[in-house]
C-alpha cells in the first residue's frame, strides 16, 4: 500500500470547489430570470444587513434593463427615523428698566405781583 | 446569448459571494473528513503501522487544504463589494455587522484551525505531550465551524448539506465520546501500574531491609 499523494486531496478539493461554484452561478441565474424568483434570489442573496452595516452610505448601483430588478419586498426599507423637535426656550429675557420716571416737581413760584393800586 | 449574459452578470455582481459560499462548503467538509479521521484514528481500530501511516498522511493534508479553503472563504469575504466587512469585520470576531454572533464564531473556529493546525509542525518545540492535549481542542473547531454554518451559511438550509452535516455530526459525537472514554481508561491504568510498581517496590525494599537484619 503506498502512501496517498496530497495532490489527490488538492485535486478533489478544487473540483468539489468548482463544482458548487458552477451550480451556485447557474442557480442564481435562472432564480433571477425568472420574475418571481428575482426577489427570492435578491432576497436570499442580500439578508438585511444590521445596524453596524448602516454606518457606510448603500451605494446606488445602475440597473441594467431587463436583467435585475429590486426585490418586490425589500428586506430594509429606509424608515424616517423620528425626531422630535423641541422648541428651544429662550433664555433671552428683556431687561426690566431700573430706573423710574419721576415727576420733577415743579416749584410753585410766589405769585408775582404787578401792578399798581 | 441571453443565459451567458445573464450568467456574467450575476457573476459580475456576485462573484465573490459565490467563492464564499463555495470555499465555505469545501474547508466544512474538508475539516470535517480530517477531524473524523483523526478520532478513528484514535481510537486504533486497526494496528497495521502502514494503515496509520497512510491515515495520518490523509489526515494531514485534508487539514491544510482546509486551512486553504478557510482562508479563500475570508478572503472572499473581505472582498465582497456588497458585504463591504473592512479588515476588522473579517478577523475580529464579532465585529461584521450581518450575521454577528454567527460569524464571529466563524472567525473564532478559523483562528483554532490555524493556531491548533498548525501547531503539528511545532511539536517538538512546544513539547509533544502538550501539543497532544491542545490536538484534541481539534473538535471544537469542527463544533464552532458547524454553528456557524447553521447559523449564517446561505446553503445550509439545502437538503444535501443537511444529510451531510447530520451523516457526520452523529459518528464524530460517537467517536469523540468514545475517545473520551479511552483516554480515562488509559489514565486508569497508568495510575493501576504505577501503584503497581510502587507496591513492588516497596515489598523489594522490606525483604531486602529483612535479609540485612538476619
Known amino acids: 500500500m503506498t502512501t496517498p499523494r496530497p495532490r489527490a486531496v488538492v485535486i478533489g478539493s478544487l473540483s468539489l470547489f468548482v463544482v458548487l461554484f458552477v451550480v451556485l452561478t447557474f442557480e442564481l441565474s435562472a432564480s433571477a430570470s425568472t420574475s418571481a ?11 438585511a444587513p444590521a445596524e453596524t452595516k448602516t454606518e457606510t452610505a448603500p451605494e446606488v ?22 425626531t422630535e423637535y423641541i422648541e428651544p426656550e429662550p433664555e433671552y429675557a428683556e431687561p426690566e428698566p431700573e430706573y423710574e420716571y419721576i415727576e420733577p416737581e415743579v416749584e410753585e413760584a410766589p405769585p408775582v405781583v404787578t401792578g399798581s393800586s | ?35 473524523l479521521i483523526g478520532l478513528t484514528m484514535a481510537g486504533k481500530p486497526v494496528r ?35 458585504l463591504k466587512p473592512g479588515v476588522a469585520g473579517v478577523t475580529v470576531p464579532f465585529a461584521l455587522g450581518v450575521h454577528t454572533f454567527w460569524t464571529g464564531l466563524g472567525v473564532i473556529a478559523g483562528y483554532l484551525a490555524m493556531l491548533l493546525g498548525l501547531s503539528f509542525y511545532l511539536r517538538r518545540q ?30 445550509t438550509g439545502s437538503l444535501l448539506f443537511l444529510c451531510f452535516a447530520a451523516a457526520t455530526a452523529v459518528p464524530i459525537a460517537i467517536l469523540f465520546v468514545y475517545r473520551l472514554g479511552a483516554t480515562r481508561r488509559s489514565s486508569e491504568r497508568r495510575h493501576a501500574a504505577r501503584r503497581a510498581r510502587v507496591r513492588e517496590a516497596g515489598r523489594a525494599a522490606y525483604e531486602r531491609a529483612v535479609y540485612d537484619t538476619a
Do not use: C
Not at chain 1, 434593463?65 to 427615523?81: N, Q
Not at chain 2, 457573476?11 to 470535517?32: D, N, P
Not at chain 2, 479553503?69 to 473581505?78: D, E, K, Q, R, S
Open chain 1, 37 to 47: 424568483g428575482k426577489a427570492k434570489a435578491n432576497a436570499k442573496a442580500r439578508p
Open chain 2, 1 to 35: 446569448m441571453i443565459a451567458l449574459a445573464s450568467v456574467s452578470g450575476v457573476l459580475s455582481k456576485y462573484g465573490w459571494w459565490i467563492v464564499s459560499r463555495s470555499s465555505g462548503i469545501v474547508a466544512f467538509v474538508l475539516i470535517t473528513i480530517s477531524v
Open chain 2, 48 to 82: 497495521d503501522p502502514r494503515f496509520t501511516k497512510n491515515m495520518r498522511a490523509v489526515h494531514e493534508q485534508t487539514a491544510l487544504a482546509g486551512l486553504v479553503a478557510i482562508a479563500v472563504h475570508g478572503l472572499a469575504i473581505f472582498l465582497d463589494p456588497w
Open chain 2, 126 to 155: 512546544i513539547g509533544a505531550k502538550l501539543w497532544r492535549k491542545a490536538h484534541r481542542a481539534t473538535i471544537a473547531v469542527y463544533v464552532l465551524g458547524l454553528f456557524h454554518a447553521l447559523g449564517a451559511g446561505t446553503d
Open chain 1, 61 to 82: 448601483e445602475e440597473e441594467v434593463p431587463g436583467e435585475y430588478a429590486e426585490p418586490e419586498e425589500p428586506g430594509a426599507e429606509y424608515v424616517e427615523p423620528e
